[in-house]
C-alpha cells in the first residue's frame, strides 16, 4: 500500500529561525510530488510541485528537496514568519492509475512564535 | 483567493438530515475534487469529477454523492448523517483531468459542517 509520512508531526520554533520538514513515501513508480500550506480552517494553497526528475524547487522562503532514490522531500523554511504557521502537506502521485491512487500525508503542524 | 468558491461557508444540521454542498470551480477548469478533512485529521479524496462525467472514487461513503453539472459546478450530498461527518469539505479544481499530470490545483476555502 502507498504510503506518505511526514515528520515531525509538529514544531515549534522561533520567528527569523529556519526549520525543514520531511515527507517520506512508498509510491513506486512516481510521477509528482506536491507541497501545500494549509493555515487553519482555509483551503491548502499550493507552495510546489517537482516532477520525478527535479531534485529542487524554490517558492520564495519555500524550498523542496526531492531525493527519489531515496523516497525522500524535505521542505525547508527560511526566516520563518509569523504568517508561516500552518500545516505543511506532502502529496504524492503515482505515475499510473487515476486520481483516487494520490497519496496524501497528514502534515506537519508548524507554529512559529515571536 | 484561489478562484474557486464554496457554499455555504458553515452548515449547521441535525443527525439523520440531508444536506447538499456547492463548488464553482474556477474559470476555465474542468476538474472538481471533493476532500473532507475532520478535525486535526488529514485530507481524504472524496471524488472527482472532469467535464460532467465521474474520473476518480476516492473514501466516499455511499451515504454521499456528487455531481457535477453543464456549467461545471459541482455538488456534493451528504444523507443520513452521523456525528462523525462533521468536518470541513473543501472542493478544488484543475484544469486537467488529474491522476499523474503535474497539474495545479487550487482549493476552495471550504464549508465547515457540524451535525449535532
Known amino acids: 500500500k502507498n504510503q506518505v509520512e511526514q515528520s515531525p508531526q509538529s514544531l515549534i520554533i522561533l520567528e527569523g529561525k529556519n526549520c525543514t520538514l520531511q515527507?517520506?513515501?512508498?509510491?513506486?513508480?512516481?510521477?509528482?510530488l506536491r507541497w501545500y500550506k494549509q493555515d487553519t480552517g482555509r483551503g491548502p494553497v499550493s507552495l510546489t510541485i517537482?516532477?520525478?526528475?527535479?531534485n529542487t524547487k524554490s517558492n520564495g522562503r519555500y524550498t523542496a528537496t526531492l531525493d527519489a532514490d531515496t523516497k525522500q522531500s524535505s521542505l525547508h523554511i527560511t526566516a520563518s514568519q509569523l504568517s508561516d504557521s500552518a500545516s505543511y502537506i506532502c502529496?504524492?502521485?503515482?505515475?499510473?492509475?487515476?486520481?483516487?491512487?494520490?497519496?496524501f500525508g497528514t502534515g506537519t503542524k508548524l507554529q512559529v512564535i515571536p | 483567493d484561489s478562484g474557486v468558491t464554496q457554499t455555504p461557508k458553515h452548515l449547521i444540521t441535525a443527525t439523520g438530515q440531508r444536506v447538499t454542498l456547492r463548488c464553482s470551480p474556477r474559470?476555465?477548469?474542468?476538474?472538481v475534487y471533493w476532500y473532507q478533512q475532520s478535525l486535526d485529521q488529514g485530507l481524504q479524496f472524496l471524488i472527482q469529477?472532469?467535464?460532467?462525467?465521474?474520473?476518480a472514487k476516492g473514501n466516499i461513503l455511499e451515504r454521499f454523492s456528487a455531481q457535477q453539472f453543464p456549467d461545471l459546478h459541482s455538488e456534493l450530498n451528504l444523507s443520513s448523517l452521523e456525528l462523525g461527518d462533521s468536518a470541513l469539505y473543501f472542493c478544488?479544481?484543475?484544469?486537467?483531468?488529474?491522476?499523474?499530470?503535474?497539474?495545479?490545483?487550487?482549493f476552495g476555502p471550504g464549508t465547515r459542517l457540524t451535525v449535532t
Open positions: 478544488a479544481s484543475s484544469p486537467h483531468p488529474g491522476g499523474a499530470s503535474s497539474y495545479e490545483q487550487y
Open positions: 515527507c517520506n513515501y512508498t509510491v513506486s513508480p512516481f510521477s509528482n
Open positions: 517537482m516532477t520525478f526528475s527535479e
Open positions: 502529496v504524492v502521485s503515482p505515475s499510473s492509475g487515476g486520481y483516487q491512487k494520490v497519496t
Open positions: 474559470s476555465g477548469d474542468l476538474s
Open positions: 469529477y472532469y467535464n460532467g462525467e465521474e474520473r
